[in-house]
């Protein structure tokens, strides 16, 4: 079976290659980002999606971005980088991954170059570098993670922390791909995630394509399917982790985090050491993305919400340290307290 390849090269190398994921389960399309509109527009309307995938279509499009920039002269070319990563960064302000990974690729082209084409060509060396270790980091967070797995081993997720998400095997999902690639039995509890449903459409896909077995619940299933003991632990991922372990993630999360505690479940978090932002000091500094309306009010075009009703769409929500078992990371698995530091 071909691996999942969210974020790539197009083979001319002068596009961002991505799967669509407005599209998943019903459809698998890939599309091509060949410009700086482009790439906004594929990550505000998550066809690219997850924490470590937009960090990386984000870098990989900021060098696509620039292709038609000609201008030889390095000042101009590094004035035009200042703007591109801007807009860029502004699509999605939740997940620290997406200006880590943009301003990454950006001081590439501060070192001191003879040309706005080698400029561009470090800057581009830098982004591939950062695909490949996103890759490597899934893979350690799965070799670490596994152990927390015994045979057998029921898995609550919320929202899509699988390969989808990342360039390599997920996040949240590495210790389970990890753990059934060893032979273990398995088996994952997908939250649908509203409104957008990345666990029903997203990590249901790919762990069935996989082989993994999943079945989907409801959101507000969860607290029922967790006294009932059908769930031993609890992992999903993350956008941002502040110095003290606050964790910022899909909305819903923090039920969930509250729920496992009260019954007495593991509740992990997973995330690459892009996700943890140290410069903040906890999770209340962590900026949340508000969405639109239409995503809460309309189901397939039809409105379930009375016209002249508000409605509320933060994208993420904030769970405290305190709930948190551990956070597995690509260096070690974390116990609290914890004290991220820069
Ligand atoms: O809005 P999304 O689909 O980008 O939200 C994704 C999540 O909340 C994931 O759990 C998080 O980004 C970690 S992905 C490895």
Known sequence: MQPIQAVRWSPDCNAVR?????????????????????VCAAISSLAVRGAPAIGIAGAMGLVVS??????????????????????????????ANLAWAVNTVAAAAKEPHASGREALRAMRAVADALLADDAAMCRRIGSLGEQLLG?????????????????GIGTALAPVYVAAEHG?????????????L????????????????????????????????????????????????D??????????????????????????????????????????EQRGRAEVARINGQAIVPNDVPVDNPAFD??????????ISDRAIHYPPYRFVP
């Open 198 to 245: 990345q666990g029903a459409r997203l990590t249901a896909w790919e762990l069935s394509r996989a082989g993994v077995p999943v079945r989907v619940i409801t959101d507000s299933a969860a607290a029922s399917a967790m006294r009932a003991r059908r769930v031993d632990l609890v992992i999903v991922g993350a956008d941002r982790i502040a110095a003290n372990g």
């Open 18 to 38: 991505i799967i669509d994921q407005t599209a998943l389960p019903e459809r698998y399309i890939e599309r091509d980002l060949r410009s700086l509109d482009d």
């Open 318 to 327: 904030v769970t405290p340290a305190d709930l948190v078992t551990a956070i």
């Open 66 to 95: 620039l292709a038609s920039f000609d201008d030889p002269a390095t000042e101009r070319l590094r004035a035009r980088i200042a703007v591109h990563a801007q807009r860029i960064i502004a699509t999605r302000p939740t997940a």
């Open 247 to 288: 964790v910022a993630n899909k909305i819903g999360t923090y039920a969930l985090a509250l729920q496992a505690r009260y019954h007495g479940i593991p509740f992990y978090v997973a995330a690459p050491t892009s996700t943890f932002d140290p410069a903040i000091p906890d999770g209340s500094a962590i900026p949340i």
């Open 151 to 167: 045979d057998g081993a029921r898995v609550l997720t919320h929202c899509n922390a699988g390969a989808l998400a990342t360039t």
């Open 184 to 196: 273990r039995q398995v088996s994952v509890l997908a939250c649908e995630t509203r409104p957008l």
